[in-house]
């Protein structure tokens, strides 16, 4: 932000300086402001802000006699806890305890000072709600404002001169709260419960509430002359359309950067609009305007962009993540000069639904309108992305929990497991700035939905377009987002609204980007150019073809009956080994693009037992089967007891049992079948031919059961900033998401590929490994030549005739033949654990006196006879270099800590191991 303000403190426009410069002096002034900077949006650039954020607030019910601080951005359930009104809303079943903030008028109440000074000069005092979550209408000094507060997603700006109320001294601003006020579902679809968040028990028009509150910043923002409401900025590529990476600086095209700034006049005026980019401080372009009073006007200044001045910003794993700042200045007559900053990247993406491989291709259909059917895949500055991420849903149910830097964290965790893309899902929420900012950052790519899903369908109004509309102009700038979609799963060819209202809002807003249906879809038939998905200008009309974008198949827990889950135990098969099919592969073969599949699951003992009594300390709840409120597991989501069955047999007594023990032992295995399960279906959409593999879901909402593979990641009891990994995420990051990939499957059916841009000779090393003594067997030992990817395939065949399944597994290894940098490995058991014959591991741990110079710990290890599947869990906050591991003998893990220096006190004192044998023994 250009320029911020405390209570009491007054931050004027600072004089132009250089875009890194102006960013360090805003975000020193920002320090203190609000509990986390990141939640801050963009403000108005106006001669100056004053914000209400913070704890001087107060919220009141009259019917209930209640008066308590509140904070804002929060939420009221929130407030309640703080205030010890409620207990822990997510203990046990306590979100169902909704009598206190539910059917009840609740007001939100602080005040602002202003100087005989203020009232009397000619400006425009505007108030701003950043977000307002439900129903509320706001007063200042008892003047109800004129527009109700009815869209979470909507920016909400009032002219407070226009009350006639406002008086030197103290005003008073209050926000009522009311449960009659019809929102029209334009809130996170996620409230109130889904497949892996809390069901309430409130409802609106039938479909789920539960909080509500100020969630974003509010504040003043004081317009003499003219203010700045949005600057945004869309790169466009010049150059002509590449099919191989751009890898050598300066090689691709020139840039143009359309910066279109949205004006509030308070008087009428002229306006003298400057940018700049810090990649050329020595080029501007400027435009003079002649604003009317009271009117808002739209400017777009067009930059060229030399491919000598810039370097590209690329995808997580293929190149770096260059940022460039640009500056808007506005010169006026009446009031000051404003500065408004934006951060940019300078990328080109597309999206390929036929063979671009082919010249002729290239040419037809970069003139043809709609979409191919041979398959789907990204291209970024030239180069074929193999995608693998996962879906990201909200971190939070209740916003005044929400953290910055826990975004941050995860966003980094999904770097550190070699993601390099995010489906930013449509029944959740649009993000605050640091979460994009760190995906900026790190180089996750964002196929971004807006936010539609089920019943919270859109209406085509003015409210709606102002959410839009609001929502484009704040976040568009991010190079991280490339693709804007209208819906989750809202299958847009029989529910017209979705390409006749809400896309062409979207281009209307947005033609630098892909556009697409929903997700999944088929494409288009029209409104989009051919070749890449972009925007051609024509009415977007969605196509029902063949299949290139898949959701699922999703294994849902079952065996225990709950909120989601059937008492049938559902039982499925492990795939342990997988099978492997060679196919034709390379982005010239038909190829199909995955953005939603999945493995239900719980989480750690130290996440789960922090909202439980001991006594429901057990994956059954210790009671027996029922969803209503006598078992709070039954609450929990999905059971686990297929999951647990199919791969560690059968467990009935464990599962009924409760204690600390028995939970740890039913979490850990509930956990290691969610990481089996998925392994093997990503390994076998490996071995085919597929650029796109997203999971559902990468991070919970709670500390219970969802589908993630990080936990919750709200510094609550018991959890890890940003989310403890789950066995899941190291499988990720040490087996599945790396550029090259090796398995092996039945019969010693093996695949070794190549999804990364690097060519290389590589050495391949396959053993069976010993679960009785750790003595290895090599069975292959050899060298390989991997062409640059993505898509190549190298199918072969081991003999693994004289393994015994039971007692032993393989292990994989793919290094680089000149460096000796290990491009892959993998873990194959050749049956499932059940079967696996295993000795008593007894392994023990030493954690290092002192800390690395990177700030990581050694911990060692050590056991008397091999251990499978190793998982170490701490309160600590931080993840390990490694997780869900074979020890032989002895290794070292670091530990890696979150957001600051490693707690040695917290990490001894917490730290535990477990491993396969432990448990099956």
């Known amino acids: 932000p250009a320029h911020t303000a405390t209570r009491g403190l007054e931050i004027h426009p600072p004089p132009v300086m ?41 919220a009141s019910c ?68 950043d977000g307002v979550k439900m129903g509320a209408l706001a007063s200042v000094n008892n003047v109800q404002l004129s527009q109700a507060l009815t869209n979470q997603f909507s920016r909400y700006t009032f002219s407070l001169r226009s009350t006639g109320k406002l008086m030197a001294g103290t005003n008073i601003l209050t926000v009522t709260f009311d449960d009659n006020i019809d929102v029209e579902g334009r809130y996170m ?37 003219t203010a700045i409401e949005y600057v945004v900025p869309h790169t466009f590529y010049q150059g002509s359309y590449p099919t191989s990476p751009l890898l050598q600086p300066h090689e691709h095209g020139d840039f143009l950067v359309n910066v279109t700034a949205y004006l509030y006049s308070h008087v009428s005026e002229n306006v003298v609009l400057t940018a700049t980019g810090d990649w050329n401080t020595g080029k501007s372009v400027q435009a003079q305007v002649s604003v009317q009073a009271n009117t808002r006007t739209a400017v777009t200044l067009t930059m060229p962009v030399s491919a000598d001045d810039i370097l590209l910003w690329w995808p997580n794993g293929m190149g770096n993540q260059v940022l460039y700042n640009l500056v808007l200045t506005a010169t006026q007559d009446v009031g000051p000069e404003l500065v408004a900053v934006r951060r940019v990247g300078f990328r080109y993406a597309v999206l390929v639904t036929g063979n671009d491989t082919d010249p002729a291709y290239v040419q037809r259909a970069a003139a043809e309108e709609g979409t191919d059917s041979q398959g789907m ?11 693998r991420g996962a879906n990201m849903i909200p971190m939070e149910e209740l916003d005044g929990r929400l953290n910055a830097q826990a975004h941050t964290i995860l966003v980094q965790s999904a770097a550190a497991a070699g993601m390099n893309i995010f489906r930013v899902w449509g029944g959740g929420t649009y993000y605050s700035d640091g979460f994009y900012d760190a995906c900026d950052e790190e180089g996750i790519v964002l196929y971004h939905d807006i936010m539609y899903a089920q019943d919270h369908h859109p209406t085509a109004d003015d409210n709606n377009v102002a959410e839009i509309r ?113 196919v034709q592969t390379g982005v010239q073969h038909p190829n199909v693009f995955a953005s939603e599949f999945g493995c239900s699951v719980m989480s750690s003992f130290e996440s ?167 003595s290895t067997q090599v069975l292959v030992d050899s060298a390989a030549n991997l062409p640059a990817g993505p898509g190549f395939t190298n199918y072969f065949h081991i003999d693994i005739s004289a393994v015994d399944p039971r007692a032993n597994v393989l292990m994989m290894w793919v290094h680089d033949q000149t460096s000796h940098v290990q491009l892959a490995t993998n873990l194959v058991p050749l049956t499932t654990p059940n079967f696996l014959n295993l000795r008593p591991a007894n392994v023990r741990f030493e954690v290092a006196d002192q800390p690395n110079l990177d700030g990581t710990v050694d911990i060692n290890l050590i056991c008397d006879h091999p251990a499978l599947f190793v998982v170490l869990t701490t309160q600590a906050h931080g993840r390990f270099s490694d997780n869900a591991f074979i020890l032989t003998t002895k290794g070292t893990v670091k530990f890696v800590p979150f957001g600051g220096a490693a707690d040695l006190v917290l990490l001894r004192a917490t730290l535990r191991v477990e491993d396969l044998g432990a448990y099956m023994l």
């Not at 039938?206 to 909080?211: A, E, G, N, Y």
């Not at 998925?678 to 589908?707: C, H, V, Y």
């Open 18 to 58: 250089h875009a890194s410069l102006l960013v360090t002096a805003v975000l020193l002034a920002l320090t203190g402001v609000v509990a986390s900077e990141g939640l801050v949006d963009h403000p108005i650039a106006a001669d100056k802000i004053v914000y209400l954020d913070g704890d001087n607030w107060r």
């Open 62 to 129: 009259q019917e209930l006699l209640l008066d308590i601080p509140a904070t804002v951005p929060g939420d009221l359930i929130s407030d309640l806890y703080n205030a010890n009104v409620i207990p822990d809303p997510l203990f046990e079943m306590n979100w169902l305890n909704s009598t206190v903030w539910a059917n009840h008028l609740w007001t939100y109440t602080t005040s602002f000072y202003l100087t005989q000074q203020d009232l009397a000069a000619n400006t425009d005092i505007l108030l701003v709600f």
């Open 189 to 225: 679809s996620c409230s109130g419960g889904w497949d892996w968040a809390p069901y309430s028990n409130t409802y609106q028009h039938k479909v789920h509430t539960f909080t509500k509150g100020i969630w974003k910043s509010v504040y003043l923002a004081t317009v003499s002359g």
């Open 377 to 387: 895949f990204i291209r970024i500055n030239g180069a074929a992305m193999f995608a």
């Open 470 to 582: 609001h929502q484009l102009r704040r976040l568009s700038h991010h190079p991280s987002i490339i693709l804007w979609d209208s819906c989750n799963e809202c299958i847009p060819n029989d529910t017209p609204i979705y390409y006749q209202f809400v896309m062409p809002v979207v281009v209307s807003e947005d033609m630098s980007r892909i556009i697409w249906p929903s997700c999944p879809a088929d494409g288009w038939t029209s409104g989009a150019i051919k070749l890449t998905s972009m925007p051609s200008g024509s009415a977007p009309v969605p196509f029902k073809g063949a299949t290139i974008e898949t959701h699922g198949p999703y294994q849902h827990g079952e065996g225990f009956h709950t909120v989601n889950s059937g008492s049938s135990l559902e039982p499925f098969d492990p795939r342990m080994p997988i099978t492997i099919t060679p």
């Open 608 to 774: 789960m037992s922090a909202t439980l009594k001991p006594e429901h300390w057990g994956i059954h709840g210790g009671e027996p089967e029922s969803t209503s409120n006598h078992n709070v597991m039954a609450q929990r989501n999905y059971a686990c007891d297929n999951i647990i069955e199919m791969y560690f047999g059968t467990q009935s007594a464990l599962l009924n049992q409760t204690g600390e023990d028995a939970f740890k032992k039913q979490l850990y295995f509930c956990m290691m079948g969610q990481a089996l399960e998925m392994k093997a279906d990503i390994e076998s959409r490996r071995s085919t031919n597929t650029f796109g593999i997203i999971t559902w879901q990468l991070n919970e909402i709670w500390p219970t059961g969802g589908w993630g593979s990080v936990e919750y990641g709200t510094a609550v009891g018991g959890q890890v900033i940003g989310g403890r990994w789950k066995p899941l995420h190291y499988f990720m990051a040490k087996y599945l998401y790396t550029d090259v990939f090796i398995t092996c499957g039945q019969n010693g059916q093996c695949v070794l590929k190549n999804d990364g841009m690097a060519a290389t000779t590589a050495s391949v090393k396959i053993a069976a490994v010993s679960l009785q003594d750790g």
